[in-house]
Structure formats: C-alpha cells, structure tokens
C-alpha cells in the first residue's frame, strides 16, 4: 500500500510544509466542529521533542477541563501496576496466589494457573463481570469480588473485554507491595507521570477499569512518557504493547478496535471482516498504534511505526490524541475523527502538505470515512439544521459519489477502491452547506443536563 503512496506522489509532486505545517489540519478540524459532528474537544500532538500542535475547540472547552473518561482508565491503570513490574516488586509471570492469600492454588481449579500477565491482557479466563456489593477496603473488596465472580474457564483461551481483570491485578499490586491503592497511583503513575490533575473514583476502592478522571494536558504528559520510555523501560514497555490476543486466543478481540494488549488496543479498525478470529493484518503490523478510547470518546494513541511498509510515509514516532467528553448518545462518533486527522498528521510529520496529496494516496494510509461510517454518524447525531444547506444534510453531502456500503467488504478494501472522504472532503462539505445544528446533539446535551441534576 505505502508503494502506492509513493508511486502516486513522486520525488516532485509534494510541496513541503509552510511554517504553519498544520494549517490544513486545523482547516479540517475547524469544519468537522462547524457541522456540529463535535463538541467541546481538542487534538492534541506530539514526538519525542514534545508537543508539536494543539487545537482547542472555541466553545469554552481547555485542555485543563477534568473529564470522565470510563474505559480511558484501562491503559493507565495497566501503567500503574506495570510499574510495579518495572521496579521489580512483580514479575508478569507472578500468579495471584503469590500474594493474595484468599485466591486458589488448587491445580484442578483453573483460577490457580492466572497470571498477572493474563488479568492486564483480559485473558485471565473470566467470562463477565460481578459485583461485590457493599464492602470497604481495596483488598477486602477484590475478595468479595473473587468470591462472587464463578464463570470462568481456563486462562490464555478466551479474551473478554471486562473490569474484573484490572480490579485483580490492583489486589495483587498492592498485596505486593504493602502500600494502599491511592499511594500506589500516586507513586507510579500521577508523579512519575506528571499527571497533576487526574484521581479515580471511588477514592478508596477505585474502579480500575474504569474510574478515571482526567484532562488532556495530563493525558499528554502520560502519552509523551510511554512514547520516550523515560518512566517504564523498553522491555516493559515492549511487553505492554504486545498483540496478546492474537490466534489462537478466541475471539481475537473486538471487531472495530482490533486486538489487545496490556490495558489497551493495539488498533486495527474494521479488521474483523471477514473475521474477528484472524490475525492483525500487514498494516496495522507495520503501523503498531496502541490506543486506548474511552466510552465518552477520549481517543489517545502512540503510532511507534515511523512509517514504511503499509505504515505510509517515513515520520517520527508520536503521539495523537483527542480529548473530550461527548454524551454517552454520542460517543461513538469521535473515532471517525481519529480515523480522518490521524493520517493527515502523518503526512505532515513526514514532511508533506496534505492539500497536494493524491485522494487515492491519502485512502490508501486508512485516511477516509466510508458510507456505512457516516450511516453511524447520523444515526447519532440525527437530522441537522446547516446554513446552507437542505434537507438531509450535511449527510447527503458527504456520501455523495460513493456507492452503496458492502456490509461484507472490509473497510481497507473498499477506500482501496477509491470509496471514502478524507478530511479534505470534509472541508469541501462544510463550504457547501455551511455551519449546521443537528437535533442529536441537542438531545443528548439534554439527557445529560437531566442526569446531572
């Protein structure tokens, strides 16, 4: 694929970047906030040297803003304990029962062959997760939990997107180290990481996989530590960042995210047709981006590629985020702007003005939305009111001139072909209907406001 990138654009056909090298970005950004597609968000990038661009929403939203982030708990939460790994008080081989005295070391019962290794990588052999009910203390409550929790089956078989692992391996990080949950977050990954405004809830029997709060600014901070390893070393790092849900684990992960690591994706979207149980194909191997999304869209990654291959152009190493916090009703449409700015930041960091980057080329690097992503999109955000624009819009101007979806076609084949809007299109439909209103949107500020009171 990337030799298709080349080819089309040649040695000569490529401006280089003007001093404000992310303009076209920013272009794009700007137009996906005007047609109301999102709210109240920033994109946030940066490589080894630092931040290289931060955009930030004009409706009143900071980098600095706490936001509730669910599952966005998952990756750090797999970083505070990993810690515990990189000095040495754990090894990832270690079995619960080594320092939780409550949990089996029966070899009939398959609970005694779990690793802390396969609680991080949710293949711990745990099928759904339990409540513990009422109780106090961090420990006193995983056993609870331990003892509530009877479907599993054996470890290293099954991946289950679940908060039941994370919540274990807290019980074995601080059985291990004999310091409560809160001194273990701010020992391992608040102050190392210099996240000064992030906390989980509850405050002392947090959820692991899922009680974070957070801003963008500290999640910049954690992403440019991961990216440069200055906290936890490269062999731990390297262990984190592991495909170990590929086959024969069953399924091999989820089916729009792609396979797992250590509290998060290593992310290869729409890899699941023709099936979910396959290995990661060739460029999402070559592009090694290890994100991980939250439920209210918090979308933070590292791309450690540096390109080449199916990876598309030769760039640095870097981070890319996009920190927010949509209503549940629309959480899901922050990807596809991960899915269209993401590649666009790669041509820029390799040294390329997107404007003057072949259509094809930029599909090709997994850079556009195809029909059935925009279906999604309006299913969430409804029926819009644009400046400019009629009845059904701005959705009839951005699946125009693409076919009809092929529910069994995989993503990658079908922008192959030529059948997907990039960014730059976005730009276009913007200035075709103007800035819009949608009536989803409305709705679910609504709901949130109702709940909130």
């Known amino acids: 694929m990337f030799a298709i990138l080349a080819f089309a654009l040649g040695s000569s056909a490529l401006k280089r970047p003007t001093a404000d090298k992310f303009a076209t970005l920013t272009k794009g950004i700007e137009a996906w906030a ?50 515990l790994v990189n000095d040495g008080t754990m090894s990832y081989d270690d079995k619960p029962s080594k320092y939780l005295d409550w949990w089996t070391k029966d070899p009939q019962d398959s609970r005694s062959k779990v690793t802390l290794r396969h609680l991080l990588s ?16 961090f420990l006193k409550c995983a056993e609870k939990l331990y003892e509530a929790a009877t479907d599993y089956g054996p ?33 391992y990954l608040y102050k190392p990481f210099n996240m000064t405004r992030t906390s989980w809830y509850p405050e002392r029997e947090p959820q692991m996989a899922t009680g974070i709060v957070s801003t963008g600014d500290d999640f910049e901070q954690l992403l440019s530590r991961l990216l440069t390893e200055k906290v936890l070393s490269k062999e731990v790092t390297t262990m984190m960042e592991t495909d170990w849900t590929k086959p024969p684990i069953h399924p091999s992960g989820d089916g729009w995210f792609g396979h797992y690591g250590m509290g998060h994706w290593w992310e290869c979207f729409g890899y699941s047709k023709p099936s979910e149980h396959a290995p990661l194909p060739q460029r999402c191997l070559d592009y090694h981006i290890q994100a991980g999304p939250g439920e209210f869209g918090f979308y933070p990654m590292i791309d450690r590629s540096g390109g080449g291959g199916e990876a598309g152009p030769k760039r640095p190493p870097y981070y890319f985020s996009i920190p927010l916090q949509e209503p549940d009703a629309l959480s899901g449409v922050p990807e596809y702007l991960r899915i269209l700015a993401k590649p666009m930041a790669d041509l820029i960091l390799a040294g390329h003005e997107p ?31 644009c400046a400019k624009g009629g009845k059904g819009e701005p959705w009839a101007a951005m699946v125009k001139g693409l076919p009809e979806d092929e529910p069994r076609a995989n993503r990658q084949e079908i922008l192959n072909a030529g059948h997907g809007i990039t960014l730059l299109d976005i730009v276009r439909v913007h200035e075709e209907v103007g800035d819009c209103k949608c009536k989803g949107r409305k709705q679910a500020m609504q709901r949130s406001a109702e709940i909130a009171r």
């Open 34 to 83: 005007a047609l109301d597609l999102d709210a109240k968000f920033a994109v946030n990038v940066g490589d080894a040297s630092g931040n290289l661009y931060t955009w930030v929403s004009k409706d009143g939203f900071t980098m600095q803003d706490r936001l509730e982030g669910a599952s966005l708990s998952k990756w750090p939460a797999a970083v505070m304990i990993s810690g």
């Open 155 to 187: 470890p290293g078989e099954r991946f289950e997107y679940l908060s039941i692992h994370l919540q274990f391996a807290g019980a074995m990080a601080v059985a291990a180290s004999g310091k409560e949950i809160t001194t273990l977050f701010e020992e």
């Open 355 to 385: 404007s003057e980057v072949p259509k094809q080329a930029i599909l090709n690097i997994t850079g556009g939305l195809i029909r059935r992503d925009v279906v999604f999109i309006q299913g969430e955000l409804l029926d819009c009111e």
């Open 122 to 137: 949710f293949t711990s052999g745990y099928k759904k997760d339990t409540s513990a009910g009422f109780c106090l203390g």
